[in-house]
């Protein structure tokens, strides 16, 4: 089945340490998305790509770090930089024509907390 | 600038019984896409509708609908019969022509069997 694949699940990090969640997705998708949710607020735009080796910043991009050297992967990397990372990330893909007004395909989440 | 409002943050209703989901946005474009997602327990997002700002038709789909009223800058979703299985967070999000989607704070459904 076609979808996307976030790992791990759950992930700890300590204090001074880099961390990086995976994002694969095998629907032939050129935008890819990462979201940040904290309780009882709404999705925030962290980075997002729309083609390989592109990626551009969303709202809340300070503390993060991005690559895109695969269509099909898009990691990110929570620095040391990034204060309060603890939260929910999920990633996202969907089709690039019109890529604000395409549905969004969503993998199940990243669950990051500080150790 | 762009902004959806979901004033309800929890709702609990009894199964079988219907419930309105309300979303009101704020945009200063005539071109924009509203979206709809569900949210359940484990974690992702499932799309379940997308309008574009020039279609105000309510649309149907088994036991969801959808009021599209421009007039009142307002996409609301109506479950009919509810059931358990319709608990999650569910958000409004909206999306200006060629642009990036805001996300509504979500509301979270309870449906209590």
């Known amino acids: 089945d076609g979808g996307i694949t976030q790992s791990p699940k759950y992930l700890f990090r300590k204090e001074g340490q880099n961390v990086t969640l995976s994002c694969e997705q095998n629907l032939n998708h050129d935008a890819m998305y990462w979201y940040r949710q904290d309780p009882g607020q709404g999705l925030r735009l962290i980075y997002y790509?729309?083609?390989?080796?592109?990626?551009q910043k969303g709202d809340i991009a300070e503390g993060y770090s991005v690559s895109r050297e695969k269509k099909e992967s898009f990691p990110l990397t929570v620095t040391s930089a990034q204060k309060n990372p603890t939260a929910f990330y999920l990633c996202a893909s969907s089709m690039r024509e019109g890529w604000g007004n395409q549905p969004q395909h969503f993998g199940d989440g990243t669950r990051l907390s500080i150790l | 600038a762009q902004k959806v409002t979901q004033a309800q943050t929890e709702i609990s209703v009894v199964e079988k019984e219907d419930v309105t989901l309300d979303c009101v946005y704020e945009t200063r474009d005539t071109t924009y896409y509203l979206f709809w997602y569900k949210q359940p327990p484990s974690g992702e997002l499932v799309f379940l509708i997308r309008?574009?700002?020039?279609?105000?038709q309510n649309e149907i789909s088994g036991r969801y609908s959808w009021n599209f009223q421009k007039s009142t800058s307002s996409f609301n979703f109506t479950i009919t019969a509810s059931q358990v299985v319709d608990s999650a967070v569910y958000f409004c999000a909206l999306s200006e022509a060629g642009d990036k989607v805001i996300f509504g704070p979500g509301t979270s459904l309870s449906v209590i069997p």
């Open positions: 309008r574009n700002s020039f279609d105000e």
């Open positions: 790509s729309q083609i390989v080796n592109d990626f």
